[in-house]
């Protein structure tokens, strides 16, 4: 998938891959695809588009913490 945002959504490489923006939303599935490929489930998990998996993560998210200390 190819952002045709401007300025472009992060890849889904990137640490704020989360910052892309919804291309489909399914509430009431409990997931949404966002412009780069990755799924976002409800329950914070993730699916990339390489079919990895990143498991649900509560509180902040891990690239905000870089750089705070």
């Given at each position: 998938?190819?952002?045709?945002?401007?300025?472009?959504?992060?890849s889904?490489?990137?640490?704020d891959?989360?910052?892309?923006?919804?291309?489909?939303?399914?509430?009431?599935?409990?997931?949404?695809?966002?412009?780069?490929?990755?799924?976002?489930?409800?329950d914070?998990?993730?699916?990339?588009?390489?079919?990895?998996?990143?498991?649900?993560?509560?509180?902040?998210?891990?690239?905000?913490?870089?750089?705070?200390?």
């Open positions: 998938m190819l952002c045709q945002h401007q300025p472009p959504c992060p889904a490489d990137d640490v891959h989360e910052a892309a923006r919804i291309s489909a939303s399914h509430p009431e599935q409990g997931w949404s695809l966002l412009c780069n490929g990755v799924i976002v489930f409800e914070t998990g993730e699916l990339l588009p390489d079919c990895s998996v990143i498991a649900p993560h509560r509180g902040p998210a891990p690239h905000s913490l870089v750089g705070a200390a």
